[in-house]
């Protein structure tokens, strides 16, 4: 007999908040994370003492009443978390390479209206219209409300809508147009491709309100895997999987890497569906599910420069930047190669020590995986790999980082010399930390002309075997969330268990 109810691979959000939820409901819980460091894109580093995080930069939705907040008081972490609120009147500024202004994505909806209203009179009704629209879109997926429903989770009016056409559809003024669209890196927005479902459920949060994590993120991996721990679940690093065996249809074991054979009465994969059906050994899957899965496009990846800031030089900003050299705000994606950068976000993180100053700085824009193609052959995964990648690379990474400054201190003049020490990060490092496909940031890449297909089940063609994490609904810790909550309510009821969380 296993000792383990459910054996979980991937200790990312969506696997520790599975964890979380399954052992809380009595089931004996083992999560394997490949990683020193559990949390997948929760994951922090530290350079000279100054914190940078990996993959959350900001959350929303975390104000008393809102759907995250009840998430996180079910997971009892909520009053625990060190947070601090964005800017309510421009949490989100966007900016354009030929104007000197700032436009201000503001917290509360009348709120929102009213700061843009004060830059675009002429369109008040049309931002209370957009703004209305943006609500009734989400109020189409009541998970996201925490409701409970019979109904399918999917629906399915607004799937096969594009974001870029709705807002131009509501707004006449392009720059307008633009603005609403700018904080569109936060989810890959591709005007060819973005529905305004995914839009629309990612600014929505951010309008509910808007957070940053002092000191980091990884705060929240911290207090969850202590409180699976509480419950009796087990968590191990270093436990790469390798294999997922299946016998007579369902899955009796995985392998790890080094050989290690881990029975389980039920299996969560919290990697990319992908990468699962690339370890899955079995004949009940027919090739055209695999083929499907491992056939998604996934979303591009990024160049990051990470900075720590020389002491006392750059005042601690309580907002995020997103900058546009044009107007086209949903073009940028593909900018590529020789094409240079296109614009780029930057995140200011919060820390305990540096009061007014700030200690460090994010700066992200778009690389495809292609730009680092050629040395895509060569890996640096912890804790036991890591190739050199070269000369050749950390020339590559210089010449990235001088263009992406050159780009910033047009608008940020003094920006190099509040430099103290670079730290750089390309599609090949998400894809070897985090294992993400291409070292795509949000895992596969919705589509509003085939929406359906971009949507992935919780459950597989193997009974027993199981996804969770940002490749099921959505990317973000909302997504995510949203994603353990469909994932186990198929073993205790979703709708059992949203009564359990929003009586929290
Ligand atoms: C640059 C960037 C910025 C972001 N900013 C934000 C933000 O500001 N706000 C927000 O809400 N969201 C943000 N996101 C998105 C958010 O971080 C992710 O959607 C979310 O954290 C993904 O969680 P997940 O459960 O899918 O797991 P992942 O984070 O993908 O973790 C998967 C885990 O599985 C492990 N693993 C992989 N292969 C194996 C194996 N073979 N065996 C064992 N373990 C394995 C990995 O090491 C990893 O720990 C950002 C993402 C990125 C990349």
């Known amino acids: 007999m296993s000792k383990y109810d459910v054996v979980i691979i991937g200790s990312g959000l969506g696997g520790l908040e599975s964890a979380y939820i399954l052992s809380k409901e009595g089931y004996k819980v083992l999560v394997l994370e490949k990683n020193r460091q559990l949390g997948g894109s929760l994951q922090i580093f530290v350079r000279d003492k100054a914190i940078f995080d990996t993959g959350i930069h900001y959350i929303g939705g975390l104000d008393d009443g809102q759907n995250l907040n009840q998430c996180f008081k079910y997971f009892g972490i909520m009053d625990k978390l060190n947070l601090i609120k964005m800017d309510m009147n421009g949490f989100d500024r966007i900016s354009f390479g030929d104007d000197s202004n700032e436009y201000w994505h503001a917290q509360g909806y009348d709120n929102f209206v009213e700061q843009l209203a004060k830059q675009f009179p002429h369109q ?48 006449s003024d392009t720059r307008l147009q633009s603005v609403l669209g700018g904080s569109n890196p936060l989810y890959a927005g591709d005007g060819s491709k973005t529905p305004l479902y995914v839009h629309a459920l990612v600014v929505n949060t951010y309008i509910e309100s808007s957070y940053k994590c002092i000191d980091g993120g990884a705060q929240i991996e911290r207090l969850i895997t202590k409180n699976i721990k509480a419950n009796g679940g087990e968590i191990r690093n270093y436990a790469e999987v390798a294999k997922i065996v299946e016998k007579d249809g369902v899955v009796t074991h995985i392998e790890l890497k080094d050989g290690e054979h881990i029975e389980g009465k039920n299996f969560i994969s919290n990697i990319h569906p992908a990468t699962t059906m690339e370890m899955l050994e079995s ?10 899965l491992i056939g998604l496009e996934n979303c591009t990846s990024a160049f990051i420069i990470d900075i720590v800031l020389k002491p006392k030089s750059f005042k601690y900003i309580n907002y995020n930047m997103y900058h546009f050299e044009r107007n086209d705000v949903w073009t940028g994606i593909h900018y590529t190669g020789e094409m240079g950068f296109d614009g780029y976000c930057i995140f200011v993180p919060k820390s305990s020590r540096g009061g007014e100053y700030a200690d460090s700085m994010t700066i992200l824009a778009y690389m495809k995986f292609e730009q680092v193609k050629e040395w895509g052959d060569t890996y640096s995964t912890i804790p036991k790999h890591r190739d050199s990648r070269g000369e050749q690379y950390e020339e590559f990474k210089q010449r990235k980082t001088e263009e992406l400054l050159d780009l910033v201190a047009k608008k940020i003049p003094n920006i190099r010399s509040v430099i103290q020490s670079v730290t750089t990060s390309t599609p090949l490092t998400y894809r070897d930390y985090i294992g993400a496909k291409d070292g795509g940031l949000y895992g596969i890449a919705k589509d509003f002309h085939d929406p359906l297909r971009t949507f992935i089940s919780p459950t597989t063609k193997i009974p027993n075997l199981f996804f969770t994490g940002q490749n099921l609904n959505m990317h ?29």
Do not use: M, W
């Open 124 to 171: 008040r009704q049309e931002l209370q219209t957009y703004i209305e629209r943006i609500q009734d879109v989400c109020n189409y997926f009541p998970l996201y409300q925490l409701k409970e429903d019979d109904a399918p989770i999917i629906a399915t009016k607004h799937l096969d809508v594009s974001a870029k056409d709705f807002i131009s559809s509501i707004i």
């Open 283 to 292: 004949s009940k899957i027919k090739n055209a599910y695999r083929n499907r």
């Open 476 to 504: 973000g810790v909302l997504g995510v969330t949203v994603g353990a909550i469909r994932t186990c309510g198929v073993f205790v009821g979703q709708n059992y268990l949203l009564r359990k969380i929003n009586n929290s």
